[in-house]
C-alpha cells in the first residue's frame, strides 16, 4: 500500500532553515509528481511545490518562492524540500502528497 512518511520538522528561527524529507513506498515513485503542501492552525490546507516525475520540472506557491527547493531522488524513493529565510508564518504542519495519498505530516515552527 502507499506509504508517504514525512520528518525533519522542528523548532527554528526566524532566518533559519530546515530540510524536510518524504520517504515514500508502495507504487512506482519515479513515475509520479510529487507534492508539498501545508497547514497552519485555524488555516485551510495550501499548497507548497511541486515536482514532475523526472524532477524537470518544479512549481511554487509565491510565498515561499525564491525561499524554499523542492527536489527529489528517484533511487532512494526521497522527495525534498529545502527551506531557508524561514519566516514565523512558515509556521505549519507540512505534508507529502502523492495523487489522493498523504503522510501524517511533519511539524515546522518558525520562533524565537
Known amino acids: 500500500q502507499v506509504q508517504l512518511v514525512e520528518s525533519g520538522g522542528g523548532l527554528v528561527q526566524p532566518g533559519g532553515s530546515l530540510r524536510l524529507s518524504c520517504a515514500a513506498s508502495?507504487?512506482?515513485?519515479?513515475?509520479?509528481?510529487m507534492y508539498w503542501y501545508r497547514q497552519a492552525p485555524g488555516k485551510e490546507r495550501e499548497f507548497v511545490a511541486l515536482?514532475?516525475?523526472?524532477?524537470?520540472?518544479?512549481n511554487y506557491a509565491d510565498s515561499v518562492k525564491g525561499r524554499f527547493t523542492i527536489s527529489r531522488d528517484n533511487d532512494k524513493n526521497t522527495v525534498y524540500l529545502q527551506m531557508n529565510s524561514l519566516k514565523p508564518e512558515d509556521t505549519a504542519r507540512y505534508y507529502c502528497?502523492?495523487?489522493?495519498?498523504w503522510g501524517p505530516g511533519t511539524q515546522v515552527t518558525v520562533s524565537s
Open positions: 508502495g507504487f512506482t515513485f519515479s513515475s509520479v509528481t
Open positions: 515536482i514532475s516525475s523526472t524532477g524537470d520540472s518544479t
Open positions: 502528497k502523492k495523487s489522493v495519498y
